[in-house]
């Protein structure tokens, strides 16, 4: 399986009826990423989908009323780079073409080894970066090495501290959305409760290393990245 830390800043949604099976992933894969939010039924995942904006949807084909696969068109819709996991019993190739028209990142046959899943998440996790990717411009000066973690001003090596470049690179990989305090929180302390100041303390300090209004405050809400348009 290799290194786990590209699935640390994973938000994962888990759609699964059957409720022995996804209380067990759900608390495997809390190990692994940053976030995994759970539903037993299509249309409430679809409302939750819509709240949360999950990097990585996960989800069986096969449950009553709405099926995996319209709900992965109704989701497709609304985003197209969300990164989708289909899970079956079946193995019939008819079962499998639609999700090839949907852009689906992995299809996985039930039984599911978890280490099979966490390589599909692996490849979500590439998919999200951009294989060819790596390199972010935060201006016309400074780049982020996502792969390296290096933050460079022309050719001037930038040290961060540990935190500051987990929130620099949570924030690019969110790059579309509002990260909220309660997104950082959870990611640099867990399930600790920390103070709206402890957080803003951290964006001080990353502020600190990177040009003026890279990071854009969302007043009341989080953050927001606002990167160079060149090569992204």
């Avoid at 319209?70 to 639609?98: G, N």
């Avoid at 090839?100 to 996790?125: G, R, T, W």
Wanted: glycine share 4%.
């Amino acid at each position: 399986m290799g290194n786990m830390d590209e699935l640390q800043y994973l938000n994962i949604l888990y759609v699964e009826d059957e409720i022995e099976t996804l209380e067990l992933y759900s608390e495997f894969l809390s190990y692994y990423v940053n976030g995994v939010e759970t539903s037993t039924s299509s249309g409430e995942a679809l409302e939750m989908f819509k709240r949360k904006k999950p990097d990585v949807v996960l989800t069986d084909i096969d449950m009553p009323g709405i099926n995996g696969v319209t709900l992965a068109t109704e989701i497709r819709k609304l985003d197209k780079e969300v990164r989708i996991i289909m899970l079956t019993a079946h193995t019939d190739p008819k079962y499998m073409i639609p999700s090839i028209e949907l852009d689906i990142s992995k299809y996985l046959v039930k039984p599911i080894s978890k280490s099979a899943l966490l390589d599909a998440l692996k490849k979500c996790a590439h998919e999200l970066k951009g294989e060819n990717d790596s390199i972010v411009f935060l201006d016309e000066d400074f780049t982020f090495n996502l792969e390296n973690k290096e933050l460079l001003h022309g050719k001037e090596h930038i040290r961060l501290q540990k935190k500051s470049t987990q929130i620099l690179e949570y924030l690019i990989l969110h790059k579309n959305s509002v990260v909220t305090y309660e997104s950082i929180s959870e990611l640099l302390w867990g399930d600790e409760l920390v103070s709206l100041n402890a957080i803003r303390c951290q964006i001080r300090s990353l502020r600190k290393k990177l040009p003026v209004d890279v990071v854009e405050n969302i007043s009341g809400i989080g953050y927001k990245i606002n990167l160079s348009q060149k090569k992204q």
